[in-house]
């Protein structure tokens, strides 16, 4: 069975991924994979230069400027960006042999059809907030401009399978048990 992990920014994923990893369940981190797969495919390379244009890459390095001006643009131009990356993230994550993935747009990405169950990690607007604050060094309006451009939160519980509550008071391991048992979850 294949599994997904996903929840909007502050929700704690990362958190519930170590908590997994702990019971030596391996999470394959799709942001984590773009990332390397805009610095080493050659077709990206390819794709995104013929997009963007010649400034896309400096010296075979990501020109990380001239890319988040072009996606900040237009929406047209974020997709345009999607529908070169996600394919690629979709592939190396079907490659990977995982049954575990963790991605934060799961839903918005497509790459929900990968997997049988999603799990969406929860957490209350306010702990998400000064969350992001505190780890990112930001101010809080930035923070809500984020959180803004992602799917609500109850938008993606209603599409979740399972939901883990990540308020810092819920038991994270009583409920990856409760997930592992319910849907009968076998981890080597």
């Given at each position: 069975?294949?599994?997904g992990i996903t929840g909007g920014i502050g929700s704690g994923k990362s958190y519930v991924c170590q908590r997994l990893a702990q019971r030596g369940i391996q999470v394959y981190d799709c942001d984590a994979a773009a990332k390397r797969l805009i610095r080493t495919s050659p077709i990206i390379y390819k794709e995104l230069t013929a997009l963007i244009g010649p400034d896309t890459y400096i010296d075979g390095q990501l020109?990380?400027?001239?890319?988040?001006?072009?996606?900040?643009?237009?929406?047209?131009?974020?997709?345009?960006?999607?529908?070169?990356?996600?394919?690629?993230?979709?592939?190396?994550?079907e490659e990977s042999g995982m049954e575990w993935m963790e991605s934060?747009?799961?839903?918005?990405?497509?790459?929900?059809?990968?997997?049988?169950?999603v799990i969406v990690v929860?957490?209350?607007?306010?702990?998400?907030?000064?969350?992001?604050?505190?780890?990112?060094?930001?101010?809080?309006?930035?923070?809500?401009?984020?959180?803004?451009r992602q799917w609500s939160q109850q938008k993606v519980k209603r599409l979740a399978d399972y939901e883990i509550i990540n308020d810092g008071k819920a038991d994270i391991d009583q409920q990856?048990?409760?997930f592992l048992c319910r849907f009968s979850v076998i981890t080597k």
């Open positions: 069975m294949k599994i020109n990380k400027a001239a890319v988040a001006q072009f996606l900040l643009q237009s929406e047209e131009h974020a997709k345009a960006i999607d529908a070169i990356v996600h394919p690629a993230v979709f592939k190396d994550f934060a747009i799961m839903y918005e990405s497509g790459i929900n059809r990968l997997v049988d169950k929860t957490a209350p607007r306010e702990v998400r907030i000064q969350r992001v604050m505190q780890r990112d060094h930001i101010s809080r309006a930035k923070v809500i401009q984020w959180m803004s990856l048990d409760d």
